[in-house]
């Protein structure tokens, strides 16, 4: 009896859990090193001293919400031009280093001006694209040396367009794109460039067998004369998914470099696209540090074998750049059971994946998906819908299951999808009418609206009808 009465009565005391680790947050590989868990089981994110409480933005702003980070950005491109330049200096390459902003990616001012103030210059694809790097100059928003890289298919409006600009001073070059273009692109004074169609499959979603982009090797070999040829361009497609296909393009692109050089003198620049991956899906992935290091170490050795000078390098990695720094939260407005399935329950939530994260329906894209709130909570295994009517709006981890929390009588459930800066918002629409998210930036611990959401009257005009017409 007095035995047991000595004994302490313990706490049932579990270590807490890792939560950040959990969801794996906080770690730098995967891009996740601003984000973390406070105590109340919010999604933070930091920037410096400046702590952002996400499921507060949701409260105060609404959903669907976009929060772009633009100090990302800026140091993911600072990082990635150091790289590049340390090894150059490591290696002893004589050539220059440029790192062109493929547009396309993201054309948003907020993602453009961080961009442009770490030094990046910049790759168009459409006359539309190139009118606002027009606007920029206008607005002295950048340095006339900024070089601008001209692919995609040559109208009258896009090549007056570029005529119009360098007769301005500015520093514009067209890149051929087809035998159709070798005509009128190389008549133009100044720089120009040609992009090859390698003979050569990368590892990526992009369908190289019937690929419409660039000459031929062939014909680019072929190519009589072109005095001012400078640029050497190709492009193996997006999210490559090794490292060593990345090395193998460089290898397969500097041959066919060296022998366009034999017959134009006057080329001094390969340029090798974009393609560089981001880890969506949180596992093991190549770097941008070791994967620099291979392209420079790579390129000396093969030009210093081939006896030419060291080409200078530019690439146009954009997705890499951008993809980490936006946020997409959104709402669990619903839950269903699912019988017999992987997941246990539909969780519909206030926006849409097929029209806010077009890849997820387009190219069956995998995101990082987890809680801005109730992150220590017991889990659910979950499929999302979107708020559409169709049944496409969906996202199921291919078909696995979101672990989230279980749905409470009290409080909203926010969901995050992380990595959403790359693409998603040129290819955004307006399914079923809904609005698109609201975009907000937090930038030096203050938060300011750039896009508000769209009233039903906005969109209304989207489709005709203009005020009054209805009656
Ligand atoms: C799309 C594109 C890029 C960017 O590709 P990422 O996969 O985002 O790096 C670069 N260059 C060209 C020509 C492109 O078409």
Same mark, same amino acid.
């Given at each position: 009896?007095?035995? $047991?009465?000595?004994?302490?009565? $313990?706490?049932?005391? $579990?270590?807490?859990?890792?939560?950040?680790?959990?969801?794996?947050?906080?770690?730098?590989?995967?891009?996740?090193?601003?984000?973390?868990?406070?105590?109340?089981?919010?999604?933070?994110?930091?920037?410096?001293?400046?702590?952002?409480?996400?499921?507060?933005?949701?409260?105060?702003?609404?959903?669907?919400?976009?929060?772009?980070?633009?100090?990302?950005?800026?140091?993911?491109?600072?990082?990635?031009?150091?790289?590049?330049?340390?090894?150059?200096?490591?290696?002893?390459?004589?050539?220059?280093?440029?790192?062109?902003?493929?547009?396309?990616?993201?054309?948003?001012?907020?993602?453009?001006?961080?961009?442009?103030?770490?030094?990046?210059?910049?790759?168009?694809?459409?006359?539309?694209?190139?009118?606002? /790097?027009?606007?920029?100059?206008?607005?002295?928003?950048?340095?006339?040396?900024?070089?601008?890289?001209?692919?995609?298919?040559?109208?009258?409006?896009?090549?007056?367009?570029?005529?119009?600009?360098?007769?301005?001073?500015? +520093?514009?070059?067209?890149?051929?794109?087809?035998?159709?273009?070798?005509?009128?692109?190389?008549?133009?004074?100044?720089?120009?460039?040609?992009?090859?169609?390698?003979?050569?499959?990368?590892?990526?979603?992009?369908?190289?067998?019937?690929?419409?982009?660039?000459?031929?090797?062939?014909?680019?070999?072929?190519?009589?004369?072109?005095? +001012?040829?400078?640029?050497?361009? &190709?492009?193996?497609?997006?999210?490559?998914?090794?490292?060593?296909?990345?090395?193998?393009?460089?290898?397969?692109?500097?041959?066919? &470099?060296?022998?366009?050089?034999?017959?134009?003198?006057?080329?001094?620049?390969?340029?090798?696209?974009?393609?560089?991956? /981001?880890?969506?899906?949180?596992?093991?992935?190549?770097?941008?540090?070791?994967?620099?290091?291979?392209?420079?170490?790579?390129?000396? *050795?093969?030009?210093?074998?081939?006896?030419?000078?060291?080409?200078?390098?530019?690439?146009?990695?954009?997705?890499?750049?951008?993809?980490?720094?936006?946020?997409?939260?959104?709402?669990?407005?619903?839950?269903?059971?699912?019988?017999? #399935?992987?997941?246990?329950?539909? &969780?519909?939530?206030?926006?849409?994946?097929?029209?806010?994260?077009?890849?997820?329906?387009?190219?069956?894209?995998?995101?990082? /998906?987890?809680?801005?709130?109730?992150?220590?909570?017991?889990?659910?295994?979950?499929?999302? #819908?979107?708020?559409?009517?169709? *049944?496409?709006?969906?996202?199921?981890?291919?078909?696995? &299951?979101?672990?989230?929390?279980?749905?409470?009588?009290?409080?909203?459930?926010?969901?995050?999808?992380?990595?959403?800066?790359?693409?998603?918002?040129?290819?955004?629409?307006?399914?079923?009418?809904?609005?698109?998210?609201?975009?907000?930036?937090?930038?030096?611990?203050?938060?300011?609206?750039?896009?508000? $959401?769209? *009233?039903?009257?906005?969109?209304?005009?989207?489709?005709?009808?203009?005020?009054?017409?209805?009656?």
């Amino acid at each position: 009896m007095a035995k $047991r009465k000595l004994r302490k009565k $313990r706490k049932p005391r $579990r270590p807490a859990k890792n939560w950040r680790k959990f969801w794996k947050l906080g770690i730098d590989e995967f891009n996740t090193e601003i984000f973390g868990v406070n105590k109340d089981g919010d999604l933070t994110a930091t920037e410096g001293h400046h702590i952002y409480n996400l499921n507060d933005l949701a409260q105060k702003y609404g959903t669907p919400l976009q929060i772009l980070f633009p100090f990302i950005i800026e140091d993911r491109l600072k990082d990635l031009i150091g790289y590049f330049q340390a090894y150059m200096k490591i290696y002893g390459y004589r050539g220059k280093f440029f790192y062109h902003y493929p547009m396309k990616v993201n054309q948003n001012k907020e993602f453009i001006l961080p961009l442009l103030s770490e030094g990046a210059n910049l790759e168009v694809t459409s006359a539309n694209e190139l009118w606002i /790097v027009k606007k920029l100059w206008e607005g002295e928003r950048f340095n006339t040396k900024i070089r601008v890289f001209c692919n995609g298919p040559k109208t009258h409006q896009y090549l007056d367009l570029i005529e119009e600009l360098r007769g301005k001073g500015m +520093n514009i070059v067209p890149i051929i794109e087809s035998n159709e273009e070798i005509e009128r692109v190389s008549k133009l004074k100044g720089d120009i460039g040609v992009r090859v169609d390698l003979n050569f499959k990368a590892d990526t979603h992009w369908d190289k067998k019937f690929d419409r982009f660039g000459l031929s090797e062939r014909d680019a070999l072929n190519l009589s004369k072109i005095k +001012n040829l400078k640029v050497m361009h &190709y492009h193996m497609g997006s999210q490559i998914k090794t490292q060593k296909s990345i090395l193998d393009a460089v290898k397969h692109g500097f041959g066919i &470099y060296r022998e366009l050089q034999k017959t134009h003198p006057s080329l001094d620049t390969l340029d090798i696209g974009g393609g560089f991956g /981001v880890p969506y899906e949180k596992k093991k992935f190549y770097t941008a540090k070791i994967v620099s290091s291979k392209i420079i170490k790579t390129l000396k *050795s093969l030009s210093d074998k081939a006896g030419i000078r060291h080409p200078n390098l530019a690439i146009e990695w954009g997705q890499y750049i951008v993809a980490p720094a936006q946020v997409t939260l959104y709402k669990v407005l619903s839950e269903k059971g699912i019988p017999k #399935a992987n997941a246990v329950a539909w &969780y519909i939530v206030d926006g849409s994946f097929m029209n806010d994260l077009k890849d997820t329906w387009a190219i069956h894209q995998k995101w990082h /998906v987890i809680p801005a709130n109730n992150m220590h909570t017991p889990l659910k295994r979950t499929w999302l #819908a979107g708020s559409t009517c169709d *049944s496409d709006d969906k996202y199921t981890e291919g078909g696995n &299951y979101i672990l989230l929390p279980k749905l409470r009588e009290d409080g909203d459930q926010l969901v995050a999808v992380l990595d959403t800066g790359a693409y998603q918002d040129a290819l955004s629409s307006h399914h079923c009418l809904l609005a698109l998210p609201m975009k907000i930036i937090a930038k030096d611990g203050t938060v300011k609206i750039a896009r508000r $959401r769209e *009233s039903p009257d906005q969109i209304g005009k989207l489709f005709g009808w203009t005020n009054g017409d209805h009656k």
